[in-house]
């Protein structure tokens, strides 16, 4: 990987970071901390939409569309299962399939959006 590949990599690992420290943290603690999310499902849709995003930034040079949407879909719910594994081993959490459900519906989302906008910026050219 060239150094000017890699550079597109630093969001993904950046939220990919902030999405460990957030999953470290208690219920209470993130309650407290995202008050405005009543159902941490929304927490996780957001989270993974972003991740998303994030990966898609990445990886859009490289891949050819709309491989690349499956591709952050799939590296998105799978960045989901390590998150609700480490969560096994975090003090008042808990592995959840509704947790790892709403990492790939948010991913998904996003995926839909990109390609929405993909096809309109594609047009204009």
Known sequence: MKKKDFLFWIPSIVWMIVIFILSSMTGSDLQNTFPFFSDFN???????????????????????HPKVLYIIIVLSILYGITDEFHQYFTPSR????????ADGIGAA???ILLNIWYK???KRH
């Open 109 to 111: 989302v996003a995926a």
């Open 120 to 122: 309109k910026r594609n």
């Open 42 to 64: 929304w927490g996780h849709f957001v989270a993974y939409f972003i991740l998303a995003i994030a990966y898609y930034f990445a990886l859009h040079r490289k891949v050819k």
């Open 94 to 101: 808990v592995p959840d399939i509704n947790d790892l459900l």
